[in-house]
């Protein structure tokens, strides 16, 4: 059964570095997102992506975020200087392009850890 | 701005017991309800979906409800077992089916 699938597991970094997290979505898919999950809260939308273009972000995402779909399987986030508070786990989503079934699909996330 | 919210926020049930856990949201102006599962440490597994025109759905021991009108939705687990234990999320979809989550029920089943 075809997945979302998300490299690294796990990326620890320093304060101020960029980190780049990659995601395979679904290949008939055609909508994506991210979504990051502090330890202990709710699950929180980033962004989402059609078309090769943003189609709607929340307040999360600042400047210091941006997406991009380089190739036609990868979907990445990069986070341009990272914070503590950008610690978090961050999971890649992606659905089809259809109005009658639009269930979402998610990957196992990336652990991102800012020392 | 829609907000959701899971009750009760643990729940610690015998194996064989049938359950059902509550998920309220503010804004009724919904796409579609989806219910996942997450392990600890881990992903988010989908169970079920309902339509925002759907009343409910079923997937083997568990059926989802949705009241639109009413902000709710509730999932039904039937004859519990220990490989339920997890937490569900509710997650509302909105605009461009971005999801908007609850919290979480924390479930345990034992033995």
């Known amino acids: 059964e075809p997945e979302v699938t998300q490299t690294p597991s796990h990326q620890v970094t320093q304060m101020g570095q960029e980190v780049i997290l990659r995601c395979v979505p679904i290949?008939?898919?055609?909508?994506f997102y991210w979504y990051r999950q502090i330890l202990g809260q709710k699950v929180e939308f980033l962004v989402s992506?059609?078309?090769?273009?943003?189609?709607?972000k929340s307040e999360i995402f600042d400047d210091q975020f941006s997406v991009e779909r380089p190739d036609g399987s990868n979907f990445t986030l990069k986070i341009r200087s990272t914070k503590l508070e950008d610690s978090a786990m961050y999971f890649c989503?992606?659905?089809?392009?259809?109005?009658?079934?639009?269930?979402?699909?998610f990957g196992p996330g990336t652990r991102l850890t800012v020392l | 701005k829609q907000e959701v919210t899971q009750i009760p926020a643990a729940l610690s049930v015998p194996e064989g017991e049938n359950l059902v856990l509550n998920c309220s949201f503010t804004d009724s102006a919904i796409y579609n309800l989806q219910w996942f599962r997450q392990d600890p440490g881990k992903g988010l597994t989908s169970l079920l979906l309902?339509?925002?025109?759907?009343r409910e759905q079923t997937s083997g021991r568990l059926n989802a409800s949705l009241d639109k009108s009413s902000g709710r939705s509730t999932l039904y687990i039937a004859a519990s077992q220990p490989g339920d234990s997890a937490t569900y999320l509710c997650?509302?979809?909105?605009?461009?089916?971005?999801?908007?989550f609850g919290k979480g029920t924390m479930l345990l089943v034992s033995p």
């Open positions: 309902i339509q925002s025109s759907q």
């Open positions: 290949s008939n898919h055609l909508y």
């Open positions: 989503a992606s659905r089809k392009v259809d109005s009658s079934y639009n269930e979402q699909f």
């Open positions: 997650a509302v979809g909105t605009g461009y089916s971005t999801l908007t």
């Open positions: 992506f059609y078309n090769n273009e943003i189609s709607e």
